[in-house]
Protein backbone atom coordinates (compact mmCIF):
# COMPACT_ATOMS: atom_id res chain seq x y z
CA UNK A 1 0.00 0.00 0.00
CA UNK A 2 1.04 3.61 -0.75
CA UNK A 3 2.10 5.08 2.12
CA UNK A 4 1.03 9.02 2.11
CA UNK A 5 3.09 9.84 4.94
CA UNK A 6 6.61 8.73 5.78
CA UNK A 7 7.88 7.21 8.72
CA UNK A 8 10.44 10.17 9.93
CA UNK A 9 7.45 12.46 9.73
CA UNK A 10 5.26 10.00 11.78
CA UNK A 11 8.43 10.27 14.50
CA UNK A 12 8.70 14.18 14.36
CA UNK A 13 5.40 14.83 14.57
CA UNK A 14 5.44 12.29 17.52
CA UNK A 15 8.63 14.35 19.01
CA UNK A 16 6.53 17.71 18.87
CA UNK A 17 3.60 16.25 20.82
CA UNK A 18 6.30 14.64 23.16
CA UNK A 19 4.97 11.13 22.41
CA UNK A 20 7.30 7.90 22.99
CA UNK A 21 6.28 5.32 20.43
CA UNK A 22 7.86 1.86 19.80
CA UNK A 23 8.54 0.54 16.47
CA UNK A 24 5.05 -0.90 16.26
CA UNK A 25 3.32 2.13 16.91
CA UNK A 26 5.58 4.03 14.38
CA UNK A 27 4.08 1.65 12.31
CA UNK A 28 0.63 1.51 13.20
CA UNK A 29 0.11 5.25 13.07
CA UNK A 30 1.77 5.98 9.49
CA UNK A 31 -1.27 3.32 8.50
CA UNK A 32 -3.78 5.13 10.22
CA UNK A 33 -2.47 8.66 9.39
CA UNK A 34 -2.25 7.19 5.34
CA UNK A 35 -6.19 6.35 6.05
CA UNK A 36 -7.10 9.54 7.01
CA UNK A 37 -4.91 11.56 4.93
CA UNK A 38 -6.40 8.98 1.93
CA UNK A 39 -10.17 10.12 3.22
CA UNK A 40 -8.88 13.72 2.75
CA UNK A 41 -7.89 13.63 -0.77
CA UNK A 42 -11.44 12.30 -1.04
CA UNK A 43 -13.01 15.11 0.02
CA UNK A 44 -10.28 17.52 -1.48
CA UNK A 45 -12.35 16.92 -5.36
CA UNK A 46 -15.66 18.12 -3.91
CA UNK A 47 -15.75 21.45 -5.34
CA UNK A 48 -15.96 24.01 -2.56
CA UNK A 49 -15.57 27.42 -4.33
CA UNK A 50 -19.04 28.72 -3.08
CA UNK A 51 -18.72 27.63 0.33
CA UNK A 52 -17.15 30.42 2.41
CA UNK A 53 -14.61 29.05 4.87
CA UNK A 54 -15.21 27.95 8.84
CA UNK A 55 -13.16 27.94 11.80
CA UNK A 56 -15.32 26.51 14.22
CA UNK A 57 -17.91 24.14 14.12
CA UNK A 58 -20.81 25.88 14.96
CA UNK A 59 -21.62 29.03 13.93
CA UNK A 60 -21.72 31.36 17.07
CA UNK A 61 -20.61 34.73 18.34
CA UNK A 62 -18.32 35.63 21.35
CA UNK A 63 -19.60 36.07 24.99
CA UNK A 64 -17.83 38.39 27.00
CA UNK A 65 -17.51 38.14 30.93
CA UNK A 66 -17.34 41.09 32.82
CA UNK A 67 -13.75 42.01 34.66
CA UNK A 68 -14.38 40.99 37.96
CA UNK A 69 -12.49 38.52 40.28
CA UNK A 70 -13.26 35.40 41.15
CA UNK A 71 -11.80 32.45 43.32
CA UNK A 72 -8.21 30.34 42.73
CA UNK A 73 -7.38 27.23 44.17
CA UNK A 74 -5.36 26.64 47.16
CA UNK A 75 -2.11 26.80 46.46
CA UNK A 76 -1.12 23.09 48.18
CA UNK A 77 -3.58 21.92 45.40
CA UNK A 78 -1.88 23.50 42.42
CA UNK A 79 1.17 22.44 43.88
CA UNK A 80 0.03 18.72 43.98
CA UNK A 81 0.04 18.78 40.29
CA UNK A 82 3.72 19.04 40.09
CA UNK A 83 6.70 16.39 40.58
CA UNK A 84 8.74 19.22 42.72
CA UNK A 85 8.36 22.35 44.39
CA UNK A 86 10.48 24.70 46.10
CA UNK A 87 9.20 27.66 48.67
CA UNK A 88 5.59 27.47 46.48
CA UNK A 89 7.34 27.09 43.28
CA UNK A 90 7.44 24.42 40.92
CA UNK A 91 10.86 23.37 39.63
CA UNK A 92 12.19 22.25 36.27
CA UNK A 93 14.84 21.16 35.02
CA UNK A 94 17.42 23.10 32.49
CA UNK A 95 15.74 24.81 29.42
CA UNK A 96 18.42 26.30 27.17
CA UNK A 97 22.22 25.15 26.69
CA UNK A 98 24.46 27.28 26.13
CA UNK A 99 26.43 27.10 22.57
CA UNK A 100 28.64 29.62 20.76
CA UNK B 1 28.11 51.29 10.63
CA UNK B 2 28.53 53.10 7.27
CA UNK B 3 28.86 50.39 4.69
CA UNK B 4 25.52 48.67 6.08
CA UNK B 5 22.19 49.29 6.95
CA UNK B 6 20.94 48.33 9.76
CA UNK B 7 17.35 47.19 9.81
CA UNK B 8 15.31 46.89 13.44
CA UNK B 9 11.74 45.96 14.18
CA UNK B 10 10.43 45.38 17.59
CA UNK B 11 7.76 43.02 19.34
CA UNK B 12 6.07 44.31 22.44
CA UNK B 13 4.55 43.03 25.01
CA UNK B 14 2.40 44.79 27.24
CA UNK B 15 0.22 43.11 30.26
CA UNK B 16 -2.88 45.01 30.06
CA UNK B 17 -4.25 45.96 33.68
CA UNK B 18 -7.50 43.96 34.09
CA UNK B 19 -8.31 42.99 37.68
CA UNK B 20 -9.09 39.59 36.46
CA UNK B 21 -7.17 37.43 33.98
CA UNK B 22 -7.91 37.13 30.33
CA UNK B 23 -9.78 33.65 30.25
CA UNK B 24 -10.26 32.93 34.00
CA UNK B 25 -11.46 35.07 36.88
CA UNK B 26 -7.53 34.30 38.84
CA UNK B 27 -6.89 37.99 40.31
CA UNK B 28 -4.38 39.55 38.00
CA UNK B 29 -2.21 41.38 40.35
CA UNK B 30 1.66 41.36 40.53
CA UNK B 31 3.42 39.84 43.69
CA UNK B 32 1.40 37.62 45.32
CA UNK B 33 2.78 34.61 46.75
CA UNK B 34 3.36 32.07 44.17
CA UNK B 35 1.02 29.71 42.38
CA UNK B 36 -1.48 31.25 44.74
CA UNK B 37 -3.87 32.87 41.98
CA UNK B 38 -4.03 30.38 39.87
CA UNK B 39 -7.16 27.83 39.08
CA UNK B 40 -8.24 24.88 36.88
CA UNK B 41 -8.26 27.13 33.00
CA UNK B 42 -5.27 29.18 33.56
CA UNK B 43 -3.41 25.75 34.97
CA UNK B 44 -5.00 23.78 31.99
CA UNK B 45 -6.56 21.12 33.72
CA UNK B 46 -9.02 19.41 31.27
CA UNK B 47 -12.77 19.84 31.07
CA UNK B 48 -11.92 23.61 31.39
CA UNK B 49 -13.41 26.12 29.29
CA UNK B 50 -11.38 29.77 29.07
CA UNK B 51 -14.35 33.08 28.89
CA UNK B 52 -12.86 36.40 27.17
CA UNK B 53 -12.24 39.07 29.55
CA UNK B 54 -14.42 42.18 28.14
CA UNK B 55 -11.95 44.53 29.79
CA UNK B 56 -8.87 42.91 27.94
CA UNK B 57 -10.64 43.71 24.77
CA UNK B 58 -11.71 47.07 25.55
CA UNK B 59 -8.05 47.53 26.49
CA UNK B 60 -6.27 46.52 23.35
CA UNK B 61 -9.26 47.98 21.21
CA UNK B 62 -7.87 51.24 22.69
CA UNK B 63 -4.23 51.01 22.18
CA UNK B 64 -4.87 49.81 18.43
CA UNK B 65 -6.83 53.19 18.08
CA UNK B 66 -4.07 54.87 20.26
CA UNK B 67 -1.50 53.58 17.70
CA UNK B 68 -3.67 54.86 14.79
CA UNK B 69 -4.86 50.88 13.87
CA UNK B 70 -7.82 49.64 11.60
CA UNK B 71 -9.95 47.80 14.46
CA UNK B 72 -10.88 44.63 13.11
CA UNK B 73 -14.64 43.84 13.47
CA UNK B 74 -13.72 40.74 13.01
CA UNK B 75 -10.88 38.85 14.69
CA UNK B 76 -9.84 35.18 16.23
CA UNK B 77 -7.92 33.25 18.57
CA UNK B 78 -5.37 30.27 17.31
CA UNK B 79 -4.16 27.59 19.75
CA UNK B 80 -0.03 28.03 19.11
CA UNK B 81 1.32 25.00 20.67
CA UNK B 82 4.74 24.31 22.33
CA UNK B 83 6.14 23.04 25.30
CA UNK B 84 8.00 25.46 27.73
CA UNK B 85 7.60 25.24 31.38
CA UNK B 86 6.06 28.52 31.90
CA UNK B 87 3.18 27.50 29.36
CA UNK B 88 0.90 25.23 31.62
CA UNK B 89 -1.67 23.82 28.84
CA UNK B 90 1.31 23.10 26.09
CA UNK B 91 -0.10 26.13 24.39
CA UNK B 92 -0.63 29.64 23.86
CA UNK B 93 -4.23 31.05 22.72
CA UNK B 94 -3.08 33.94 20.72
CA UNK B 95 -4.31 35.45 17.81
CA UNK B 96 -2.04 34.48 14.62
CA UNK B 97 -4.15 34.97 10.44
CA UNK B 98 -7.30 37.84 12.32
CA UNK B 99 -5.66 39.90 14.89
CA UNK B 100 -7.40 42.55 16.45
CA UNK B 101 -6.03 45.52 15.33
CA UNK B 102 -3.28 46.14 12.09
CA UNK B 103 -1.58 48.74 9.93
CA UNK B 104 -1.24 51.35 12.63
CA UNK B 105 2.00 53.55 13.42
CA UNK B 106 3.48 55.77 16.13
CA UNK B 107 4.84 58.94 16.03
CA UNK B 108 7.69 60.38 17.85
CA UNK B 109 11.04 62.62 17.97
CA UNK B 110 14.38 61.68 17.25
CA UNK B 111 16.92 64.64 17.73
CA UNK B 112 14.38 67.15 16.69
CA UNK B 113 12.80 65.60 14.27
CA UNK B 114 9.47 63.50 13.97
CA UNK B 115 10.12 60.17 12.87
CA UNK B 116 6.89 57.19 12.10
CA UNK B 117 7.29 53.47 12.56
CA UNK B 118 4.83 51.33 11.35
CA UNK B 119 2.49 49.03 13.35
CA UNK B 120 2.13 46.09 11.58
CA UNK B 121 -0.55 44.53 14.03
CA UNK B 122 -1.33 44.23 17.53
CA UNK B 123 -3.18 41.18 19.15
CA UNK B 124 -4.46 39.55 22.24
CA UNK B 125 -3.22 36.89 23.87
CA UNK B 126 -2.05 35.23 27.07
CA UNK B 127 0.38 35.58 29.09
CA UNK B 128 2.62 32.48 30.55
CA UNK B 129 4.06 32.23 33.71
CA UNK B 130 6.92 33.38 35.62
CA UNK B 131 10.44 31.37 35.02
CA UNK B 132 13.06 32.06 38.06
CA UNK B 133 16.53 30.62 36.99
CA UNK B 134 18.66 28.92 39.40
CA UNK B 135 21.91 30.63 37.70
CA UNK B 136 23.10 34.41 36.35
CA UNK B 137 21.29 33.64 33.14
CA UNK B 138 18.38 31.24 31.59
CA UNK B 139 21.67 29.22 29.38
CA UNK B 140 23.53 29.19 33.10
CA UNK B 141 20.87 27.48 34.68
CA UNK B 142 20.86 24.00 36.13
CA UNK B 143 17.16 24.52 36.96
CA UNK B 144 14.68 26.73 36.78
CA UNK B 145 11.46 27.79 39.70
CA UNK B 146 8.08 28.43 37.58
CA UNK B 147 5.30 30.69 38.85
CA UNK B 148 2.06 30.19 37.17
CA UNK B 149 0.48 33.72 38.90
CA UNK B 150 1.11 35.18 35.93
CA UNK B 151 0.31 32.80 33.48
CA UNK B 152 -3.07 33.68 31.79
CA UNK B 153 -2.92 37.20 32.46
CA UNK B 154 -4.09 39.50 29.32
CA UNK B 155 -1.44 40.66 26.84
CA UNK B 156 -1.42 42.81 24.12
CA UNK B 157 1.22 42.21 21.40
CA UNK B 158 2.33 45.09 19.26
CA UNK B 159 4.83 44.80 16.25
CA UNK B 160 6.43 47.33 14.42
CA UNK B 161 7.31 47.28 10.88
CA UNK B 162 11.25 46.96 10.06
CA UNK B 163 11.43 50.63 10.11
CA UNK B 164 13.68 51.26 12.67
CA UNK B 165 17.07 51.96 11.79
CA UNK B 166 19.45 52.62 14.84
CA UNK B 167 19.97 51.52 18.65
CA UNK B 168 18.75 54.88 19.68
CA UNK B 169 15.30 55.18 17.69
CA UNK B 170 14.94 51.82 19.05
CA UNK B 171 15.08 52.81 22.31
CA UNK B 172 12.98 56.14 21.59
CA UNK B 173 10.70 54.74 19.85
CA UNK B 174 9.63 52.36 23.01
CA UNK B 175 10.03 55.06 25.81
CA UNK B 176 7.19 56.86 23.54
CA UNK B 177 5.20 53.66 23.27
CA UNK B 178 5.59 53.17 27.12
CA UNK B 179 4.18 56.43 27.44
CA UNK B 180 1.49 55.85 25.22
CA UNK B 181 0.35 53.32 26.71
CA UNK B 182 0.57 54.59 30.38
CA UNK B 183 -1.64 57.79 28.78
CA UNK B 184 -4.20 55.20 28.08
CA UNK B 185 -4.46 53.94 31.04
CA UNK B 186 -4.24 50.07 29.35
CA UNK B 187 -0.80 49.17 31.48
CA UNK B 188 0.89 50.12 34.41
CA UNK B 189 4.21 49.50 31.73
CA UNK B 190 6.85 48.56 34.31
CA UNK B 191 10.05 46.98 32.65
CA UNK B 192 10.96 45.85 35.50
CA UNK B 193 7.94 43.71 36.78
CA UNK B 194 7.94 42.48 33.41
CA UNK B 195 4.61 44.34 31.97
CA UNK B 196 6.21 45.76 29.47
CA UNK B 197 8.73 43.20 27.31
CA UNK B 198 10.38 43.92 24.24
CA UNK B 199 11.93 41.47 21.95
CA UNK B 200 14.28 43.08 19.09
CA UNK B 201 14.85 41.89 15.26
CA UNK B 202 18.09 43.17 13.75
CA UNK B 203 19.95 42.61 10.67
CA UNK B 204 22.07 44.42 8.31
CA UNK B 205 22.66 44.90 4.66
CA UNK B 206 25.14 46.41 2.29
CA UNK B 207 24.43 50.18 2.29
CA UNK B 208 21.02 51.16 0.16
CA UNK B 209 20.71 47.55 -0.58
CA UNK B 210 16.87 46.30 -0.87
CA UNK B 211 17.52 42.78 -0.13
CA UNK B 212 17.11 42.30 3.98
CA UNK B 213 19.84 40.68 5.70
CA UNK B 214 19.46 37.93 7.75
CA UNK B 215 17.48 39.02 11.00
CA UNK B 216 18.58 37.55 14.69
CA UNK B 217 15.95 37.95 17.50
CA UNK B 218 16.95 39.59 21.06
CA UNK B 219 15.43 38.33 23.69
CA UNK B 220 15.46 39.47 27.37
CA UNK B 221 15.61 42.76 27.26
CA UNK B 222 14.67 44.25 30.13
CA UNK B 223 15.38 48.04 30.39
CA UNK B 224 15.76 50.33 27.80
CA UNK B 225 18.67 50.87 28.13
CA UNK B 226 19.37 46.98 27.33
CA UNK B 227 17.63 46.96 24.45
CA UNK B 228 19.91 49.84 22.70
CA UNK B 229 22.92 48.72 24.08
CA UNK B 230 22.22 44.76 22.62
CA UNK B 231 21.09 46.56 19.62
CA UNK B 232 24.52 48.01 19.35
CA UNK B 233 26.10 45.14 20.37
CA UNK B 234 24.85 42.94 17.72
CA UNK B 235 25.30 45.69 14.69
CA UNK B 236 29.01 45.52 15.88
CA UNK B 237 28.91 41.60 15.81
CA UNK B 238 26.78 41.15 12.53
CA UNK B 239 29.13 43.67 10.87
CA UNK B 240 32.59 41.69 12.14
CA UNK B 241 30.54 38.33 10.68
CA UNK B 242 29.54 40.00 7.14
CA UNK B 243 33.37 41.88 7.06
CA UNK B 244 34.97 38.35 7.27
CA UNK B 245 32.98 36.98 4.62
CA UNK B 246 30.64 34.81 6.59
CA UNK B 247 26.88 34.58 6.99
CA UNK B 248 24.64 35.86 9.60
CA UNK B 249 23.10 32.75 11.43
CA UNK B 250 19.02 33.11 11.96
CA UNK B 251 18.41 32.47 15.40
CA UNK B 252 17.33 33.72 18.64
CA UNK B 253 20.20 35.44 21.18
CA UNK B 254 19.73 36.55 24.63
CA UNK B 255 21.05 39.98 26.32
CA UNK B 256 23.32 39.01 29.10
CA UNK B 257 23.60 42.30 30.90
CA UNK B 258 26.20 41.45 32.98
CA UNK B 259 28.96 40.58 30.37
CA UNK B 260 27.41 43.34 28.08
CA UNK B 261 27.04 40.81 25.24
CA UNK B 262 24.38 38.94 23.49
CA UNK B 263 24.73 34.74 23.16
CA UNK B 264 23.51 32.11 21.29
CA UNK B 265 20.85 30.15 22.50
CA UNK B 266 19.15 27.01 21.09
CA UNK B 267 16.35 25.31 22.56
CA UNK B 268 16.61 21.81 22.98
CA UNK B 269 15.01 19.96 20.19
CA UNK B 270 13.54 20.59 17.25
CA UNK B 271 12.95 24.22 14.96
CA UNK B 272 9.61 25.63 16.42
CA UNK B 273 6.99 24.44 14.45
CA UNK B 274 3.53 25.68 16.60
CA UNK B 275 0.73 23.38 14.14
CA UNK B 276 -1.37 26.52 15.00
CA UNK B 277 -4.96 25.91 14.25
CA UNK B 278 -8.37 27.83 15.01
CA UNK B 279 -8.93 27.83 19.14
CA UNK B 280 -11.90 25.43 18.97
CA UNK B 281 -12.92 26.87 22.41
CA UNK B 282 -13.38 30.20 21.76
CA UNK B 283 -15.48 31.49 18.96
CA UNK B 284 -14.70 34.73 16.91
CA UNK B 285 -14.79 38.11 18.01
CA UNK B 286 -17.20 40.15 16.49
CA UNK B 287 -17.02 44.02 17.77
CA UNK B 288 -19.85 46.67 18.06
CA UNK B 289 -18.96 49.67 15.77
CA UNK B 290 -20.56 51.44 18.74
CA UNK B 291 -18.35 50.15 20.98
CA UNK B 292 -15.39 50.47 19.28
CA UNK B 293 -16.56 53.77 18.80
CA UNK B 294 -17.34 54.88 22.91
CA UNK B 295 -13.63 53.41 23.01
CA UNK B 296 -12.43 55.87 21.05
CA UNK B 297 -14.42 58.75 22.71
CA UNK B 298 -12.97 57.65 25.84
CA UNK B 299 -8.75 57.91 24.70
CA UNK B 300 -7.39 61.38 26.20
CA UNK B 301 -5.00 63.21 24.85
CA UNK B 302 -1.65 62.05 23.91
CA UNK B 303 1.50 62.35 24.42
CA UNK B 304 2.40 63.82 20.99
CA UNK B 305 -0.81 66.12 21.20
CA UNK B 306 0.01 67.56 24.16
CA UNK B 307 3.81 67.82 23.66
CA UNK B 308 2.74 70.37 20.33
CA UNK B 309 -0.20 72.00 22.76
CA UNK B 310 1.97 73.13 25.95
CA UNK B 311 4.93 74.18 22.76
CA UNK B 312 2.00 76.01 20.63
CA UNK B 313 -0.85 77.26 22.75
CA UNK B 314 1.54 77.62 26.17
CA UNK B 315 4.50 78.57 24.48
CA UNK B 316 7.18 76.31 26.49
CA UNK B 317 10.31 75.36 24.75
CA UNK B 318 10.80 71.08 24.01
CA UNK B 319 12.26 70.81 26.61
CA UNK B 320 10.31 72.20 28.89
CA UNK B 321 7.32 70.44 27.01
CA UNK B 322 8.90 67.23 27.31
CA UNK B 323 9.22 67.07 30.83
CA UNK B 324 5.89 67.62 31.49
CA UNK B 325 4.88 65.16 28.57
CA UNK B 326 7.16 62.65 30.42
CA UNK B 327 6.05 63.33 33.94
CA UNK B 328 2.14 63.35 33.37
CA UNK B 329 1.73 64.33 37.08
CA UNK B 330 3.66 67.09 36.34
CA UNK B 331 1.98 67.82 33.22
CA UNK B 332 -1.35 68.24 34.99
CA UNK B 333 0.12 70.20 37.29
CA UNK B 334 1.05 72.58 34.77
CA UNK B 335 -1.70 73.11 32.93
CA UNK B 336 -4.06 73.66 36.48
CA UNK B 337 -2.13 76.20 37.54
CA UNK B 338 -1.37 77.46 33.44
CA UNK B 339 -5.02 77.70 33.52
CA UNK B 340 -5.96 79.53 35.97
CA UNK B 341 -3.82 82.40 34.85
CA UNK B 342 -0.38 82.00 36.17
CA UNK B 343 2.48 82.55 33.91
CA UNK B 344 3.73 79.77 32.09
CA UNK B 345 7.34 80.22 32.07
CA UNK B 346 7.33 80.66 35.72
CA UNK B 347 5.20 77.82 36.59
CA UNK B 348 7.13 75.73 34.19
CA UNK B 349 10.46 76.77 36.19
CA UNK B 350 9.43 76.17 39.70
CA UNK B 351 8.16 72.95 38.52
CA UNK B 352 10.92 71.72 37.07
CA UNK B 353 13.23 73.53 39.29
CA UNK B 354 12.88 73.02 43.97
CA UNK B 355 9.37 71.69 43.31
CA UNK B 356 10.60 68.87 41.08
CA UNK B 357 13.02 67.33 43.81
CA UNK B 358 11.09 67.72 46.81
CA UNK B 359 7.72 66.10 45.01
CA UNK B 360 9.56 63.28 43.64
CA UNK B 361 10.49 62.86 47.54
CA UNK B 362 6.83 63.68 49.47
CA UNK B 363 4.16 63.52 46.49
CA UNK B 364 2.45 66.52 44.93
CA UNK B 365 1.35 69.50 46.26
CA UNK B 366 -2.36 70.79 45.54
CA UNK B 367 -2.61 73.08 42.57
CA UNK B 368 -4.44 75.81 45.28
CA UNK B 369 -1.47 75.54 47.35
CA UNK B 370 0.75 76.45 44.66
CA UNK B 371 -1.51 78.96 43.20
CA UNK B 372 -0.81 80.74 47.27
CA UNK B 373 2.55 81.01 47.03
CA UNK B 374 2.86 81.99 43.44
CA UNK B 375 0.01 84.97 45.06
CA UNK B 376 2.05 85.76 48.07
CA UNK B 377 5.20 86.11 45.72
CA UNK B 378 3.30 88.39 43.91
CA UNK B 379 2.15 90.80 46.03
CA UNK B 380 5.76 90.63 46.99
CA UNK B 381 4.97 89.62 51.00
CA UNK B 382 7.90 87.51 50.48
CA UNK B 383 11.34 87.18 48.64
CA UNK B 384 12.44 84.82 45.90
CA UNK B 385 14.80 83.55 48.53
CA UNK B 386 12.44 83.31 51.00
CA UNK B 387 9.85 81.21 48.88
CA UNK B 388 12.40 78.34 49.02
CA UNK B 389 11.75 78.17 52.87
CA UNK B 390 7.95 78.14 52.16
CA UNK B 391 8.07 76.12 49.52
CA UNK B 392 9.97 73.70 51.97
CA UNK B 393 7.25 74.10 54.75
CA UNK B 394 4.52 73.78 51.95
CA UNK B 395 5.88 69.86 51.64
CA UNK B 396 5.88 69.39 55.59
CA UNK B 397 2.80 71.07 57.40
CA UNK B 398 -0.81 71.69 55.97
CA UNK B 399 -1.24 75.50 56.33
CA UNK B 400 -1.41 77.09 53.12
CA UNK B 401 1.45 79.81 52.25
CA UNK B 402 0.37 82.58 53.47
CA UNK B 403 -0.07 80.83 56.90
CA UNK B 404 3.46 79.72 56.84
CA UNK B 405 4.96 83.38 56.13
CA UNK B 406 2.69 84.67 59.06
CA UNK B 407 3.72 82.06 61.77
CA UNK B 408 7.35 82.08 60.77
CA UNK B 409 6.99 86.31 60.50
CA UNK B 410 8.90 86.14 57.11
CA UNK B 411 6.74 89.01 56.00
CA UNK B 412 9.06 90.98 53.04
CA UNK B 413 8.96 94.42 54.18
CA UNK B 414 8.31 96.02 50.68
CA UNK B 415 6.40 99.43 52.10
CA UNK B 416 9.30 102.73 51.39
CA UNK B 417 7.01 104.35 54.55
CA UNK B 418 8.22 101.65 56.77
CA UNK B 419 11.62 101.27 55.32
CA UNK B 420 12.66 104.55 54.91
CA UNK B 421 13.11 105.66 58.92
CA UNK B 422 15.64 102.36 58.82
CA UNK B 423 17.58 103.55 56.05
CA UNK B 424 18.12 106.93 57.70
CA UNK B 425 19.56 104.88 60.68
CA UNK B 426 22.01 103.12 59.13
CA UNK B 427 22.96 106.15 56.89
CA UNK B 428 23.22 108.58 59.93
CA UNK B 429 25.43 105.79 61.88
CA UNK B 430 28.16 105.78 58.95
CA UNK B 431 28.35 109.29 57.51
CA UNK B 432 31.80 108.72 56.63
CA UNK B 433 31.06 105.75 54.66
CA UNK B 434 28.29 108.03 53.01
CA UNK B 435 30.91 110.98 52.23
CA UNK B 436 32.72 108.47 50.45
CA UNK B 437 30.18 106.87 48.18
CA UNK B 438 28.65 110.75 47.37
CA UNK B 439 32.95 110.78 46.18
CA UNK B 440 32.16 108.10 43.55
CA UNK B 441 32.59 104.91 45.69
CA UNK B 442 29.95 103.16 44.33
CA UNK B 443 30.44 99.88 45.54
CA UNK B 444 29.50 100.86 48.95
CA UNK B 445 25.70 101.36 47.65
CA UNK B 446 25.94 96.77 48.48
CA UNK B 447 27.12 97.89 51.99
CA UNK B 448 24.13 100.06 53.16
CA UNK B 449 21.87 97.16 51.81
CA UNK B 450 23.15 94.74 53.63
CA UNK B 451 23.14 96.67 56.96
CA UNK B 452 19.15 97.42 56.37
CA UNK B 453 18.52 93.92 55.87
CA UNK B 454 20.46 93.05 59.07
CA UNK B 455 18.22 95.44 60.33
CA UNK B 456 14.97 94.23 59.57
CA UNK B 457 16.12 90.48 59.64
CA UNK B 458 15.90 90.08 56.00
CA UNK B 459 12.78 90.87 55.85
CA UNK B 460 13.51 93.60 53.98
CA UNK B 461 12.52 93.57 49.95
CA UNK B 462 15.32 94.35 48.39
CA UNK B 463 14.60 96.47 45.28
CA UNK B 464 12.46 98.38 47.69
CA UNK B 465 15.64 99.11 49.80
CA UNK B 466 17.92 99.58 46.68
CA UNK B 467 15.31 102.53 45.29
CA UNK B 468 15.06 103.92 48.94
CA UNK B 469 19.04 104.43 49.23
CA UNK B 470 19.19 106.00 45.35
CA UNK B 471 16.61 108.35 46.53
CA UNK B 472 18.85 109.54 49.79
CA UNK B 473 22.04 108.93 48.46
CA UNK B 474 21.64 110.48 45.29
CA UNK B 475 19.55 113.11 45.99
Known sequence: MLRLIDRQEVIRMARLARLELSEAEVEQYQADLTNFLTSGKKLQKVDVSAVEGTSHAVSITHELRKDEVGSSLPREEVLSAGPETVDGFFKVPRIVEEQE | ?475
Open chain 2, 1 to 475: MTRYDTVIGLEIHVALLTQSKFLCSCRASFGAPPNSQCCPVCLGLPGTLPLINEKAVEYATKAGLALKCNINHYSRFDRKNYFYPDLPKAFQITQDAFPLCNDGYLEYYVDDQLVRTAITRIHLEEEAGKLIHSGESIVASEYSLVDYNRAGIPLIEIVTAPDIHQPKQARLFLEQLRLLMSYIGVSDTKMEEGSLRCDANISLKPSGSPVLGTKVEIKNLNSFRALEKALEYEEIRQSQVLDSGAKVRQESRTWDDRAGKTVSMRSKGDAPDYRIFPEPDLPPLNLDPVWVELIAASIPELPLERLNRLEGEYGLSRYEATFLVNYPDFGELFLELADSGLDCKTVVNFLMGDYARLAREKGHLDSERIAGLFQILDERLISQTQAKEVLDALFSSPQTAREIVKDKGMEVVGDPERLRPIVHQVLEANPQLVERFKLGETKLHGFFVGQVMRATQGKADPEAVNALLQEELVN
